[in-house]
Nanobody, 125 residues
């Protein structure tokens, strides 16, 4: 059974930083990808970033490009999201996600196979 477990969320002031982690168990994603989506109250779940495990190719939404960095540890089957220069509009529940076979489609929740439970990130002004 595949599990994705997120950690690292919390409360931070605008301009601050947080680092999220997501550990996967139950299978490896050597030909796939892992990433992050987020969902704010009253809004749809939106793409944040994804990284492929083979090659380490990274993809970001325009909203976070230049401020967030996604990375992975293939040995520990873990993905990280370093979030800098946080803004109040980054407040959301952040969900870790994974796909078994990366096809190039990555911007929609339906492109992924597995999801974590989510971790709350709150940025105060």
């Amino acid at each position: 059974q595949v599990q994705l477990v997120e950690s690292g969320g919390g409360l931070v002031q605008a301009g601050g930083s947080l680092k999220l982690a997501c550990a996967a168990s139950g299978r490896t994603f050597n030909n796939g990808a892992m990433g992050w989506f987020r969902q704010a109250p009253g809004r749809e779940r939106e793409f944040v970033a994804t990284i492929t495990f083979s090659g380490g190719n990274t993809f970001y939404s325009d909203a976070v490009k230049g401020r967030f960095t996604i990375s992975r540890d293939n040995v520990r089957n873990t993905v990280f999201l370093q979030m800098n220069s946080l803004k109040t509009e980054d407040t959301a529940v952040y969900y870790c996600t994974a796909v078994r076979q990366f096809s190039g489609n990555l911007y929609w929740p339906t492109d992924y196979d597995y999801w974590g439970q989510g971790t709350q990130v709150t940025v105060s002004s």
